[in-house]
């Protein structure tokens, strides 16, 4: 069993494994239109992940954190760096990422996808599939508040 952690805005919680957001805004690992759910290993890498997308002046004050567990026996592709082009971490992410994100979901092969980091790159992210079949075996646990340390957020001098 492997514990997956997500970040986002209380208002959101209830639907926090729908891959809603990434549908309307894609991410490295996806474009617009496509559903995916991002998880991080670990929560100090959701919070990374989370943290360098914010506005700085503007951080939220309404976080949540969500936990699932995935059993061993959910199918999953892993993704390892020297798969990756060099220029894998560049931002704005590079299209052929997003795509092969895009060709996972709709290839429907495995239920999750594991990518490394670009914030951490030794370090992975857990895509998931939300309309996968085995997406069923996942068990969504509680939602706690995300209680985070402002000097993740100070804006800067």
């Not at 690992?29 to 670990?42: D, F, K, L, M, N």
């Not at 949540?64 to 704005?92: F, N």
Request: net charge neutral; charged share 25%.
């Amino acid at each position: 069993m492997t514990t997956v952690w997500r970040i986002l805005r209380r208002a959101y919680a209830a639907s926090a494994f729908d891959g809603e957001g990434a549908y309307r805004y894609g991410g490295r690992w996806s474009s617009p239109g496509t559903r995916v759910v991002y998880t991080s290993e670990h929560l100090s890498l959701a919070m990374l992940e989370y943290f360098v997308h914010i506005d700085r002046a503007h951080p939220p004050r309404d976080l949540v954190v969500v936990r699932a567990a995935i059993p061993d026996s959910v199918s999953r592709r892993v993704i390892s760096l020297p798969e990756l082009p060099a220029d894998w971490r560049t931002t704005p992410a590079q299209a052929k990422l997003a795509l092969l994100g895009d060709e996972f979901i709709a290839g429907q092969e495995q239920c999750v996808m594991v990518v490394p980091s670009a914030v951490a790159p030794r370090e992975s992210n857990w895509l998931i599939n939300p309309a996968h079949p085995e997406f069923a075996r996942i068990e969504l646990l509680e939602v706690e508040t995300l209680d985070y340390d402002a000097r993740l957020v100070k804006p800067n001098r």
